[in-house]
T-cell receptor, first 117, second 112 residues
Framework: GAVVSQHPSWVICKSGTSVKIECRSL??????MFWYRQFPKQSLMLMAT?????????EQGVEKDKFLINHASLTLSTLTVTSAHPEDSSFYIC?????????????FGPGTRLTVL | GENVEQHPSTLSVQEGDSAVIKCTYS??????FPWYKQELGKRPQLIID?????GEKKDQRIAVTLNKTAKHFSLHITETQPEDSAVYFC???????????FGTGTRLKVLA
């Protein structure tokens, strides 16, 4: 139980284009989803928290107009990196918490490696 | 702001020895402390967690201890095996926010 999928697993795009990443909870309802960014050999940095049907709450320093988050259903959240630039290249990981296990536990997706040329 | 410090950043042990990783948190309202193991290029996997109403929890070779007064919590791995080699992250969370503050990670290497 508590499986979270993410798609795509990797993507390469040209500078200036937009990229959409999907995060799905497969066997439970995710009332809250989180988006993290992880640079090589570093910790996970929380970008934003989204509750189903509400606007996402962004962490300080994260541009909400650049990283668009949608959490339209209890099993799907999307992160769109708009006008991507090489400095946006990173490992993006989502997590979900909700009806599986305790409400506190976050279950992570496999991550999406974004490379912007 | 809220902060979680984690030590050491790297740790090498001989197979069969024990490994201990320590974390300190700043927010006294934190009440949930999970530990994750992350292998290279993969997702973090929950290995054990502890709540603030418990001082210690054990699951086979893995144990976690919590000292609320000192705001310290530690991960103990006994009889380490090469497959324990990975990066380990601690985190602290406050009930209601469900937001995690992660530590900086510990790269554990178990030498065969």
């Amino acid at each position: 139980g508590a499986v979270v999928s993410q798609h795509p697993s990797w993507v390469i795009c040209k500078s200036g284009t937009s990229v959409k990443i999907e995060c799905r909870s497969l066997d439970f309802q995710a009332t809250t989803m989180f988006w993290y960014r992880q640079f090589p050999k570093q910790s996970l940095m929380l970008m934003a928290t989204s509750n189903e049907g509400s606007k996402a709450t962004y962490e300080q320093g994260v541009e909400k107009d650049k990283f668009l988050i949608n959490h339209a259903s209890l099993t799907l959240s999307t992160l769109t990196v708009t006008s991507a630039h090489p400095e946006d290249s990173s490992f993006y990981i989502c997590s979900a918490s909700g009806t599986s296990g305790s409400g506190d536990t976050q279950y992570f997706g496999p991550g999406t490696r974004l490379t912007v040329l | 702001g809220e902060n979680v410090e984690q030590h050491p950043s790297t740790l090498s042990v001989q197979e069969g020895d024990s490994a201990v990783i320590k974390c300190t948190y700043s927010d006294s309202a934190s009440n949930y402390f999970p530990w994750y193991k992350q292998e290279l290029g993969k997702r973090p996997q929950l290995i054990i967690d502890i709540r603030s109403n418990v001082g210690e929890k054990k699951d086979q070779r893995i144990a976690v201890t919590l000292n609320k007064t000192a705001k310290h919590f530690s991960l103990h791995i006994t009889e380490t095996q090469p497959e324990d080699s990975a990066v380990y992250f601690c985190a602290a969370s406050t009930s209601g926010t469900y937001k995690y503050i992660f530590g900086t990670g510990t790269r554990l290497k178990v030498l065969a």
